[in-house]
């Protein structure tokens, strides 16, 4: 069964409000999903972007594939770059406090999206 993360509609008419959803491939863009792993709010200026980090990076790594339009809000949040500090840390490049402080930094730089990261070890 392949595996992808792409957005699952809902909102009303002209007013769209998005899921992050790991959803199987063949499923149709509204069906049954596996999780959700946040949502995208694009009403809104800036567009609010609220991301589950470690269960969006738990699926990627578990070989899950985004969609275009949320590889780009995976990439928007956060998702990937932490995901790349955490892989130097695995490897022993980086410890985890400098990753976790390496990240901190990125975030409080990041300007244009409103971000909201939510903790679920």
Do not use: C
Not at 43 to 50: A, K, L
Not at 56 to 83: E, F, M, P, Q
Not at 99 to 113: L, P, Q, T
Request: glycine share 6%; no cysteine; charged share 30%.
């Amino acid at each position: 069964m392949s595996v992808k993360i792409r957005l699952r509609r809902y909102g009303r008419k002209k007013r769209p409000f998005y899921r992050i959803v790991v959803i199987n491939s063949k499923t149709k863009r509204d069906g049954k999903y596996i999780d959700t792993i946040g949502t995208y709010d694009t009403n809104i200026n800036p567009s609010s972007i609220r991301m589950k980090l470690y269960l969006a990076i738990k699926w990627l790594n578990r070989g899950a594939v985004a969609s275009d339009t949320v590889y780009s809000i995976l990439s928007k949040s956060g998702v990937l770059y932490k995901r790349f500090l955490e892989r130097g840390v695995n490897k022993n490049i980086i410890s985890k406090s400098q990753a976790d402080d390496i990240f901190n930094a990125w975030i409080k730089n990041k300007k244009g999206v409103s971000l909201i990261h939510e903790i679920d070890k």
